[in-house]
């Protein structure tokens, strides 16, 4: 079975801070990697994904993500934080056989002003 | 861009009632997933269906079941309910060419009392 498991549970940051949040999965195969956020009381919106090609990969609202195969990683970051990023983020991994998401537990990020 | 609709967004019911939970995937999308997020922990797959028919099962109950219909639509019914069924439940859907990628939909809360 793989798992995904993400460094950090909580993090505070102030404004303008740079963000790194880590994620490690342990699956031998070929995986897609994903991004979601979850802002309070809202679903989950896929930020960025990785499914092959170059491994640094953007997505929205100023996020970028690196995939290094080596060390089954995938990290989120972002070098300038508002308050509005403050949410949930979750990483997840997809085997290309079946498809479904397995998440990490989250990391909350919470951004003062 | 139409999303992923689910009804109903809240949902109270008592212990061994029952509940149907639907979701509407996004226009031409076929598949669809079903997850389960109990409070302060990470989406759990649940069950998926591709072109109406079940394509995987994850930890799912013996008392939950859940099909697709032929507009796609899919349905999640919950029987003798309990406590701990008490969670936000997830739909995302996705199409046969981006079967790669999930797009949820905001999720309906149930609490059981």
């Known amino acids: 079975a793989q798992s995904v498991s993400q460094h950090n549970h909580h993090v505070i940051l102030s404004e303008a801070a740079s963000l790194e949040l880590g994620c490690n999965y342990s699956?031998?195969?070929?995986?897609?990697l994903f991004w979601y956020v979850q802002y309070p009381g809202q679903h989950l919106q896929l930020l960025l994904k990785y499914f092959s090609g170059d491994p640094l990969v953007k997505g929205i609202k100023g996020f970028e993500a690196e995939f290094i195969k080596s060390k089954f990683s995938f990290n989120l970051r972002k070098p300038s934080v508002q308050w509005s990023d403050t949410a949930e983020y979750f990483c997840a991994v997809s085997r290309i056989v079946d498809y479904k998401l397995s998440f990490g537990a989250g990391t909350t990020v919470t951004v003062r002003a | 861009a139409a999303g992923v609709i689910q009804s109903p967004r809240h949902l109270i019911k008592e212990k061994r009632e029952t509940a149907t939970l639907k979701c509407y995937p996004i226009p031409r999308h076929d598949t669809v997933y079903w997850y389960q997020q109990g409070p302060g922990q990470d989406p759990q797959f649940l069950i998926s269906f591709y072109e109406k028919m079940q394509s995987d099962k994850g930890s799912i109950p013996d008392r939950f079941s859940a099909q697709q219909f032929s507009d796609y639509h899919s349905e999640l019914n919950m029987s003798s309910l309990e406590l701990g069924d008490s969670a936000l439940y997830f739909c995302?859907?996705?199409?046969?060419?981006?079967?790669?990628?999930?797009?949820f939909g905001p999720g309906t809360r149930l609490t059981v009392l």
């Open positions: 699956y031998g195969g070929t995986v897609n």
């Open positions: 995302a859907s996705s199409s046969t060419r981006g079967r790669d990628t999930q797009y």
